[in-house]
T-cell receptor, first 113, second 115 residues
Framework: AQSVTQLGSHVSVSEGALVLLRCNYS??????LFWYVQYPNQGLQLLLK??????LVKGINGFEAEFKKSETSFHLTKPSAHMSDAAEYFC???????????FGAGTRLFVKA | DAGVIQSPRHEVTEMGQEVTLRCKLI?????LFWYRQTMMRGLELLIY????????DSGMPEDRFSAKMPNASFSTLKIQPSEPRDSAVYFC?????????????FGPGTRLTVT
């Protein structure tokens, strides 16, 4: 079975500062990894995903994540936070033939002016 | 494409009433997922379908909840009778399949309030 752990239910950064949202996964087979973002009063939307190949994945809005198999991690980063990045971020994992995607509990990002 | 469409966007009802939430999948998608989101429990997967067939309904909280896919593009989630603890935002999501690397496309959600 797969699982996802997001470290920190809330993260607060200043505008212009580095954003780092942590995600660790557990999977007995090669995983597919996702980051989704949820803005207030909206559904989740895909930020980026890792399937195979290059371990550094770039997504929308300047976000990127690096798949580190040895650390079973898929942390999300952005060099410079913008006020519009304030949202909830979900890390998720799935596997081939696994049918469903397992979502983490989410991390709410606050951006201070 | 208009994306996943959910209706109604907001529903306020009294305890004991029947509630039906509706979802239209993105054209060409064959997998459908229903989720419930609350502050206390986060995002919970209720049930999912592949090619109109329910695959796993283990997340459905009680027999009061039922879901159907009468055709390839439409699904309903019914709660009968509704209770105040059912108050939540309900999302449906669709994808091209259940292979692991397919992303899910979420609808805007239905905010249900049961008084």
């Amino acid at each position: 079975a797969q699982s996802v752990t997001q470290l920190g239910s809330h993260v607060s950064v200043s505008e212009g500062a580095l954003v780092l949202l942590r995600c660790n996964y557990s999977s007995s087979v090669p995983p597919y990894l996702f980051w989704y973002v949820q803005y207030p009063n909206q559904g989740l939307q895909l930020l980026l995903k890792y399937t195979t190949g290059a371990t550094l994945v770039k997504g929308i809005n300047g976000f990127e994540a690096e798949f580190k198999k040895s650390e079973t991690s898929f942390h999300l980063t952005k060099p410079s936070a913008h006020m519009s990045d304030a949202a909830e971020y979900f890390c998720a994992v799935s596997v081939t033939g696994g049918f469903k995607t397992i979502f983490g509990a989410g991390t709410r990002l606050f951006v201070k002016a | 494409d208009a994306g996943v469409i959910q209706s109604p966007r907001h529903e306020v009802t009294e305890m004991g009433q029947e509630v039906t939430l509706r979802c239209k999948l993105i054209s060409g998608h064959n997998s459908l997922f229903w989720y419930r989101q609350t502050m206390m429990r986060g995002l919970e997967l209720l049930i999912y379908f592949n090619n109109n067939v329910p695959i796993d309904d283990s997340g459905m909280p009680e027999d009061r909840f039922s879901a159907k896919m009468p055709n390839a593009s439409f699904s309903t989630l019914k709660i009968q009778p509704s209770e105040p603890r059912d108050s939540a935002v309900y999302f449906c999501a669709s994808s091209l399949g259940t292979a692991g690397d397919y992303e899910q496309y979420f609808g805007p959600g239905t905010r249900l309030t049961v008084t």
